[in-house]
C-alpha cells in the first residue's frame, strides 16, 4: 500500500511564471496566478484537468435533474477549477483517481471550505460550499470562500452495485475513508496560495452525513489542516450503523409480510406500516412526551425523559386505524432498543422516539414506497450496498441488496466490519469510523469542532452522537466546551427535513467560535414554509448547545424564538 505524506504546501507547489527569468519558483515569492496561469502550477502528483473562469449567475448543479428544486445554485464570478491526484491502476484493473472541484471567488473573503460528501461519494459534484441544515438560498462560495469538493477516489460505475465497485480495491477504501480529503486539502490549499498570492487565514470543513465523518477524520488524522469544522449528523461509525440498517430491514420485512402478500416470494418492504401507522405513532410519541418539556407544541425537546413504549399501541384485536399489530409493535421496540450481539452488547446504538417518524424522510430510509419486491427504501439501496461490497472483509459482489439484508446474520457476519485479510490490510472500521476522542493536537491549536444532529434521524442515531460527545468531555473534562459543542434538533431528519426547525446557520456560528472566540451556546432555527412535513411554517425556536434544552419563558408567542431561553 502506498505511503502519502502531507507535504506542506510552501514545499510541494511551484507557480511557473511566465515569460519569468526564474521560471518555476515558490508561490510564495511569486505573483499571485491568474485562473489560465494555474494551469502551469506544478503539484506533486497532482494533474489540472480544467481551468476556467465563470462569471456571476447560476449554475446547473452536477448529478440534480434540472428543474428539480435546487437543481441551480448562485455563483459569483469565480475561477473554476479541476483536477486529479495520485492517478493509478487498481488491482481490479480500473483507472483510479482523487478528483476534485475547486472554485476561486474573484472576491475572496481569504477562508477556505471544504464541502463535505455523502453517501459512499464517488460523484464530483460542485464545490459551491453547502451550508448546514435546511432551505439554505446562499452558500459559502457566494459568501467569499474559496471551496473544494472531492469525489474521494472513485467515480461510479453503471448498475445497481456500481456505486460500491470501489471497495474490491484496497487503496480505493482508504482514499474514500481518510486520505482523499488530506490530499484534496492539500492541493487546494497549494492553488489558493498560487492564485490569491497568499494561504487561507482560515480553514473550515463543513459536511453531514458522510461529510460529517469526513470533518470528525481531519481533526483526528491531520489536526493542522482546518481551523473548524462542523459535522452534522455525523456518520462517524458507518460500518456498524450499516449492520443496524440490514437489522432494521429484517425487522420491518416481518411486518411487511404479516400485512401484504408476498411478491416473488419476499416481502413487499414498503408495507410494514402505512402512513397512517406512522402518524399514529408520531401522535402516541407526542401524546406521552411532548409535554416533558413544560410545554405541548409537537416539539419533544426533552427527548432523553421520553422512556416511550411502542406497546402502548399494540392491538388487543384485530388491526385497526388506531392500533399497530404484535408484530409492528415488536419490530419498533426492538430496532429502536438497538442490534446487538450474541452476548446482549449493543453493536452500534439504541435511538429516540421523536416526533418526525412519520415523515417521508424517515420512511424512505426504512422501508420507502415500493410497491414491489424490489425496495427503495435508502437502507437498502445505500447502507445495505456499502455494507456488502465496502465495509465487509471480504466483501460480497451482490447486485441483490434485499437478499443480501434479509439473509445477512448478524451473529456471524457482523465480525466482518473489524476483519482484515491478505488484500484488505486495514478494516473498513480502521479505514472508515472516525470514532477517536484522541483529538489532543486538534485542541492544543484551538481548533472547534460543533456538531449537529436531528432527533428524528433515521440513518445515524443522535444518541450515537451524544456518547462520542460525551466521550470527549471524559477525556477533556470542562475544557470540551472550549472546543466541541452539540446542537440536537427536535423532530430532524437525516441532515435536514421533518417537521421541525431545520434552517439554521451553523457556520457563523463557527467562524464567530474560530475568529472572534464567541462560543455558540444558542443558535436560532426557522420551520421552513416550504418544508411540507411542517405544520408549523415561520416558527423560529433555539438550538441549545447539548446539554441544554430550549424552555418557554411562560409569555409571548410560542412561534418566537425570543420567548425562549436555553437551560
Known sequence: MRAHVLIPATLAVLVTACGSPEGSRPFG?????????????????????????????TIQLTGVQPGAPGSQAPVPAHCHVQGNINERTGIDGKRYAIGFDLRLPAAWNGRFYFQGGGGTDGTLRDAVGVLTGGGNTSNALMQGYAVVFTDTGHRD????????QFGLDPQARIDNGWNSMAETGRVAKALIAAHYGRAPQRSYFVGCSNGGRQAMMMTQRYPDMFDGVIASAPA??????????????????????????AVDGRPVLSKAFSPGDMKLLTNEVLNQCDALDGLKDGIVDNWPA??????????????????????????????????????????????????????????????????????????????????????????????????????YDVDRN???????????????????????????????????????????????????????????RQRYGARTDDMARLFTVPNMAHCAGGPATDQYDGLSALVNWVEKGEAPSRIVARARPENRDVTTPGRTRPL???????????????????????R
Not at 157 to 164: A, H, V
Not at 245 to 261: K, S
Not at 554 to 565: P, Q, T, V
Open 157 to 164: 460505475e453503471p448498475g445497481p452495485n456500481g456505486p460500491y
Open 414 to 472: 457482523a465480525a466482518g466490519v473489524f476483519a482484515t485479510n491478505a488484500t484488505f490490510r486495514e478494516s473498513s472500521m480502521r479505514s472508515v469510523a472516525a470514532e477517536s476522542t484522541d483529538v489532543d493536537a486538534y485542541a492544543k491549536r484551538g481548533g472547534k469542532l460543533l456538531f449537529f444532529h436531528g432527533v428524528s434521524d433515521p440513518v445515524f442515531s443522535v444518541k450515537d452522537t451524544v456518547r462520542y460527545v460525551d466521550g470527549l
Open 306 to 407: 421520553c422512556k416511550f413504549k411502542p406497546e402502548a399501541l399494540k392491538c388487543s384485536g384485530a388491526k385497526t386505524d388506531q392500533c399497530l399489530t404484535g408484530t409492528q409493535v415488536d419490530a419498533l421496540a426492538q430496532s429502536f432498543a438497538g442490534v446487538k450481539d450474541a452476548s446482549g452488547k449493543l453493536l452500534y446504538s439504541d435511538w429516540t422516539f421523536d416526533a418526525g417518524l412519520h415523515s417521508t424522510e424517515w420512511t424512505r430510509w426504512k422501508f420507502g414506497d415500493s410497491p414491489t419486491a424490489t425496495p427503495n427504501a435508502r437502507n437498502i439501496i445505500l447502507m445495505t450496498g456499502g455494507l456488502a461490497m465496502f465495509f465487509m472483509t471480504p466483501p460480497t459482489v451482490t447486485q441483490d441488496f434485499y437478499a443480501y439484508a434479509l439473509g
Open 236 to 261: 462517524y461509525r458507518v460500518p456498524l450503523a450499516s449492520v443496524q440498517a440490514v437489522y432494521d430491514t429484517q425487522l420491518y420485512a416481518r411486518a411487511a409480510a404479516e400485512n401484504a402478500p
Open 29 to 57: 515569492s511569486a505573483a499571485p496566478a491568474g485562473c489560465a496561469q494555474l494551469a502551469t502550477v506544478a503539484i506533486a502528483n497532482s494533474r489540472l484537468t480544467l481551468t476556467e473562469s465563470v462569471a456571476a449567475g
Open 544 to 566: 441549545c448547545a447539548w446539554p441544554m434544552q430550549s424552555r418557554y419563558n411562560g409569555s409571548g408567542s410560542i412561534e418566537d424564538a425570543a420567548n425562549f431561553s436555553c
